[in-house]
């Protein structure tokens, strides 16, 4: 019965560590929670405030998601990819993994938009001995999970795989501390944001101004250069006109100089 009961405390004060555990790490992820690209270039300020705010707390009850495959094929040279959506800010996963007979390459990675985190280096592991189990923390969110199980490296044989991935939301009272933190985090981020673009709008208003006057200053030499244009142009009419009555003025006078004119050799002009 001692045992039992050291046992039991054993057990409770674990469970306590881990809750703590958990709970700090949440809140760390949390606090330095950072906008996305994609919310702080998004037109609509609705998408920033959904991904702040996390699930409705409106009828919210933390129900774990558990997805479970059993004795799945993995074909040789092949590998087959396990997708899952993480969609509430610290939540639990934990996952158990089996194979028969044979181990097999397992790797897991976290994908969200800012980038993609290792959870589990891909390596080879001997779940054909034991069950291969982990428990990782999803801070922040959306995320997508991708469980591989990988068999390229083997030539000769298929392997069966058994898993199940129970993926368990944090409490009511955890999302309503957590929005607050990611809402001040964010409020950070959107402070530093907004003093940057109004430095940026001012330089490109700025340089808007002066690109303005460039223009009307190049708007006032063109319409002059117009102007000079047109007198040139009807100079060059009028010199041409001239140029050309010149030219057989000029042929004409060397004519007679060298043929004589035509009333001097009785009336008709020699060719």
Known sequence: MAGDKSSREESTRMAELEAKAVAEATATADDSFTPSPSLLNASSPEA???QVDGPSLSGYEAKESVYVGKSV?????????????????????????????????????AEREEGVTVVKESARVDSHLAPVTGKFLVGSVPCLLKFTFDNEYSWMREKLISYRVTVTPPSAEVLFAGRRRRAKACQKAIED???????????????????????????????????????????????????????????????????????????????
């Open 48 to 50: 920033l405030l959904h």
């Open 73 to 109: 094929p993995v074909a040789v040279r092949a590998k087959m990819e396990v997708p899952i959506h993480v969609t509430a800010p610290g939540s639990i996963v934990e996952y158990a993994i089996e194979s028969k007979g044979y181990d097999v390459n397992l790797g897991v990675i």
């Open 193 to 271: 944001d907004l003093t940057s673009a109004k430095q940026r709008l001012e330089a490109a208003s700025n340089q808007k101004g002066s690109l303005q006057d460039q223009i009307a200053k190049l708007d006032k030499q063109l319409a002059e250069k117009k102007k000079s244009l047109e007198v040139v142009a009807k100079e060059e009419s009028w010199l041409k006109t001239r140029v050309d009555l010149r030219m057989q003025q000029e042929g004409l006078l060397a004519t007679r100089l060298t043929k004589g004119w035509a009333d001097e050799n009785g009336g008709t002009n020699s060719k």
